[in-house]
């Protein structure tokens, strides 16, 4: 998305167009059989970002961008294709003809738990800790609670179950290989998969489709709102915060079905649902407390961020004791923050919670033993992630950045060329705020201020430097 849109919006959109298909989808089938319906969700989808691709970027890089993608990563692309909308699309629309749609959506929440569950393996640092468990489990027994009294034959409720599982593997794909990659070329480089793969069936059984415009309209609004516009939301959600916390608005979305059930369809809420919807409610806004602090600390562990990234680098060098290794990330980011022991041993004990170093004793030089520390293998696959797959803070702080040039000779050639094209990408980004480098930017800044001028001569220069560098750099990992 071009333009930065708050997590919280886009929390909320997720969780409408997660809540929403349900309703869709059961109006829907009354015309169209599961494939033919799959499909043209998923074909309406991909029309809808392509549009909105054309739009931003023109026509050709809006087809030419997931063309790229796919060319580039086919694998990752065509996993979380299947993942994250064919696979769980079909077993879901399969599925509302035998599970009642309440159990569906109580099945469907149970997502945020496998993600909980496979997150510590791939991110260590992504625990959530005893409190925000007990949140997602108060909030899981709410959406049970809602459902109280709805059945459904225990071997056709195996699918959506099994597209819980789906959800939660393509959540954990996008999170550890496609962090990196624009969340709107993603997102129709992944409809385009799941369009390709139901259109075999979609041929067999279109005869079957009958025409009523309440179902095609829903089916519109499935595919254009729901699967382009929520998933598109949903991607992005997925690459800002924490595979957990993206996954938790499946807990929302049987709030969201219940209600429009009540308003379209004219059912009946119990006492006990309203109650059960509540508790639910409750126990995301108390997650959203509990995660809050760690909210707040982001915006000031940005040094602490640096420093962390130049403990696991140097050590992925050599294991080294505390002193030697505080010389060196003095060295490389002493010009930013002074690096105490104050500030060193807290986060080194932070990375040794999460399983990311390990520490030995060793004998010290005429003096008492040392602690040595060194990398586990959880530790050099998080600092390889984290080199791969940087922030865009990563990319464009120019000190986070360093940070992460120091250390990217630790990669191969391939992956040092994708790091290095980000930051050329946004180096030549006409739009980066007050060093716009056009003549009429310069010409204002020389009526407004010498000193602003000279702000901006000093940007320009610094900007072209590094651009020559990166090309010139970008030329001999891949050489035409």
Not at 450 to 466: D, K, M, V, Y
Request: net charge positive.
């Amino acid at each position: 998305m071009s333009r930065p849109t708050s997590n919280g919006a886009l929390g909320v959109w997720v969780t409408l167009s997660l809540g929403a298909p349900f309703l869709l989808i059961s109006i829907a089938a009354r015309a169209l059989p599961t494939d033919v319906l799959t499909w043209t969700r998923f074909a309406l989808a991909v029309l809808t970002l392509l549009v909105m691709a054309a739009a931003r970027r023109g026509v050709a890089e809006a087809f030419g961008a997931p063309a790229r993608l796919l060319r580039s990563r086919p694998l990752d692309v065509l996993l979380v294709g299947v993942c994250s909308a064919a696979l769980p699309s079909a077993l879901i629309t399969v599925g509302e003809h035998h599970v009642q749609t309440g159990l569906t959506s109580v099945l469907l929440a149970t997502t945020p738990m496998w993600v909980a569950m496979g997150a510590p393996l791939l991110f260590p640092a992504e625990r959530l800790g005893l409190p925000r468990t007990a949140c997602m489990v108060a909030a899981l027994c709410g959406t049970a609670l809602m459902t109280t009294g709805i059945g459904g034959t225990p071997l056709w409720a195996t699918l959506p179950l099994a597209a819980s599982f789906s959800y939660a593997a393509g959540v954990l794909l996008v999170r550890r290989r496609l962090r990196d990659v624009d969340p709107l070329t993603l997102t129709s480089a992944q409809m385009t998969v799941a369009v390709v793969i139901s259109t075999p069936f979609a041929v067999t059984h279109l005869s079957a489709a009958r025409w009523e415009p309440g179902s095609w309209a829903a089916v519109a609004a499935l595919g254009v709102l729901c699967s382009g516009l929520g998933w598109l939301a949903n991607t992005t959600l997925v690459q800002r915060v924490s595979a957990v916390q993206a996954s938790l608005v499946s807990f929302a979305a049987p709030v969201v079905s219940l209600l429009l059930g009540t308003i379209v369809l004219d059912e009946r809420l119990s006492p006990s649902q309203v109650a059960a919807a509540g508790v639910v409610v409750a126990a995301l806004v108390a997650f959203g407390v509990l995660s809050r602090p760690v909210r707040r600390a982001n915006s000031h562990r940005e040094v602490a961020a640096i420093l962390e990234l130049a403990v696991l680098g140097f050590l992925a060098e050599d294991p080294m004791h505390a002193y030697e290794l505080r010389k060196r990330i003095t060295k490389l980011v002493g010009h930013v923050r002074p690096v105490s022991d104050g500030s060193l041993y807290p986060a080194l004990q932070r990375l040794r919670r999460q399983g990311l170093l390990s520490r030995e004793q060793a004998p010290g030089e005429g003096g008492p033993a040392r602690q040595v520390f060194a990398l586990t293998d959880a530790g050099r696959a998080e600092l390889e992630r984290r080199l791969t797959h940087p922030d865009d803070l990563d990319i464009t702080d120019r000190n986070k950045y360093f940070v992460v040039l120091a250390f990217l000779h630790l990669l191969p050639p391939s992956t040092q060329a994708d790091v290095l094209r980000r930051r050329l990408t946004f180096l030549e980004d006409p739009q980066r705020g007050f060093f716009l480098n056009d003549d009429r930017a310069a010409r204002e800044a020389d009526l407004t201020s010498p000193f602003r001028a000279g702000i901006q001569h000093i940007a320009r220069a610094t900007s072209a430097a590094e651009r020559a560098w990166l090309t010139q750099t970008l030329q001999t990992l891949h050489p035409n």
